[in-house]
């Protein structure tokens, strides 16, 4: 059977995607930031959360041996965090900046391979950290990527539906065209190299897609030197997209998540449905087995990640695991302050000092009592400030400030705020709202940052912009406004 363990509750947007070493576990969000646990207890480490990327962080992956964790952003940057000290060890620049939607380490860790938004590949050599070869392929985003066993092959799935395999000299040694109609969302090779009946190297892979199909593949090198793709299972446990998969340690079961909430549990081999898994309240963006204990992490748009360990992976054919029959903990989870972020600006020392009681931060209150620290200033603190200005010398007590002065932050998104009135980029409630040529409204600073440092392209849809003009939003600008005259009334 199929039990939930414990939901964790530290991120503050959708869950982008979870990845497990032998040791860790770590999330990335819309939020901008990267939580890391310890895979033994899932208690969050010190360092976390991880703050360095400017935009939402679509993926992240650890290496072999989990030293290192990778993190790809929309940013158009591939981050390299240490895994002893929360410490950036590199910063992978993605050629023609675009937004990286995936990246992922070869099995031995040599080599790193990330995606972007205008389907460039960039193949890294790890151990320098330089770029060893690009790729691209034509019209469409670069939005799943694997390597195989072996780690002399990888590869990647687009939003125009195709799987293409590639060598590390970037090679196109293979194309599944229209592999899942309307695009790929996920693919992952499976660990073991298996031999095929001639002799031939094979390889399972695991891909999912906007057609709602989870498909698994046989991929056989052939001695003439040619690659054979062949379709063995499709699998049709869910009825929405399916967003994510991915396969346990051995390779015996694959599980996958959905835009109908779900979460299915293969028996890999075979494709035989196990479990159908009901608690997220959002679609599934996200799933992980672990490689060291029978236990499964999936990320949603709830901005939750829920854990659960696996009792018996061929126990129970098709079971649904109800909301009744799970036996959940809570890690993570926030308590209201009471406040939106409308108003901390406008809080005074006072304020201040009563909210770091509430969030248990007593440690600080001296230092910020005798900095005057008020709502404004509250608002513009970072871990180096703290650090530089305020003389706390706690990393772990810098970053929990840190994480705590973020929720403040993203308050409004829980706190009911429509959606139309949050910039794309920002996610956070406009005060400039401007129409850009794709049709779409941003905040002015933040979409002419964008067109600065994006070769003009739309943050929505990826198509190049035909113009750089903004035009000013004032019916927007002023719904926004009715509306936060009226929380304040509200709060008040």
């Excluded at 910063?91 to 790193?112: I, K, N, T, Y």
């Excluded at 236990?295 to 990640?305: H, N």
């Excluded at 509250?378 to 810098?398: A, D, N, P, Q, V």
């Excluded at 400030?401 to 429509?418: D, F, H, Q, R, W």
Aim: proline letters at 3%; a negative charge; charged letters at 20%.
């Amino acid at each position: 059977m199929v039990s939930l363990i414990c939901t964790l509750q530290s991120h503050r947007d959708d869950v982008n995607c979870c990845a497990f070493s032998g040791s860790l576990l770590a999330t990335c969000s819309a939020d901008k930031s990267i939580c890391v646990y310890s895979a033994r207890d899932f208690s969050e480490l010190p360092f976390s959360p991880l703050s360095g990327h400017g935009y939402g962080v679509h993926c992240c992956c650890f290496s072999a041996c989990g030293q290192y964790l990778a993190s790809c952003s929309t940013d158009a940057t591939t981050v390299v965090w240490s895994m002893d000290s929360g410490e950036i060890e590199a910063v992978l620049e993605h050629p023609g900046r675009s937004p990286v939607r995936v990246c992922a380490f070869s099995p031995d860790s040599s080599h790193l391979v990330s995606g972007g938004s205008d389907g460039t590949i960039a193949l890294w050599d790890f151990t320098s950290r330089t770029l060893r070869r690009t790729g691209a392929v034509s019209d469409t985003s670069v939005v799943a990527c694997s390597f195989t066993p072996c780690g002399q092959l990888f590869i990647t799935g687009s939003t125009y539906g195709d799987l293409r395999l590639w060598d590390l000299n970037m090679n196109h040694l293979h194309a599944e065209k229209n592999a899942h109609d309307l695009g790929v969302s996920c693919c992952q090779f499976a660990p073991q190299i298996m031999k095929g009946t001639d002799g031939c190297v094979q390889y399972r892979l695991a891909s999912c897609g906007q057609d709602s199909l989870l498909k698994i593949w046989i991929v056989s090198l052939l001695s003439s030197a040619g690659i054979k793709m062949q379709l063995a299972h499709s699998l049709t446990g869910q009825s929405a997209p399916v967003l994510s998969c991915a396969y346990s340690a051995d390779g015996q079961m694959l599980v996958s998540g959905s835009v109908d909430k779900t979460v299915t549990v293969y028996q890999a081999n075979d494709g035989i449905l196990l479990y159908t898994l009901n608690q997220h309240e959002r679609y599934v963006t996200a799933c992980a087995f672990s490689p060291m204990a029978p236990l499964i992490a999936t990320g949603s748009m709830d901005k939750t990640v829920n854990i659960w360990r696996v009792e018996d992976g061929c126990g129970a054919q098709g079971k649904s695991l109800s909301d009744e029959a799970a036996s959940v903990s809570s890690i993570g989870g926030r308590k209201s302050s009471g406040h939106s972020r409308l108003m901390v600006s406008e809080w005074s020392e006072e304020d201040v000092l009563a909210w770091l009681r509430e969030e248990g931060l007593e440690a600080v209150i001296d230092v910020f009592s005798s900095n005057n620290i008020d709502g404004e200033e509250l608002l513009s603190l970072t871990k180096e400030t703290l650090s530089s200005e305020l003389h706390i010398e706690s990393l772990g007590l810098r970053s929990k400030v840190i994480k705590k002065i973020e929720e403040l932050k993203m308050a409004p998104v829980s706190n009911g705020t429509p959606d139309e009135y949050l910039c794309p980029i920002t996610r956070e409630i406009m005060k400039d709202p401007v129409i850009a040529a794709d049709g779409y409204s941003y905040e002015r600073e933040a979409i002419e940052s964008w067109i600065n440092t994006k070769s003009r392209t739309s943050p929505m849809t990826n198509l190049p912009l035909q113009t750089t003009l903004l035009t000013p939003n004032r019916t927007l600008k002023m719904a926004i406004l009715r509306w936060t005259t009226s929380r304040v009334s509200d709060f008040r």
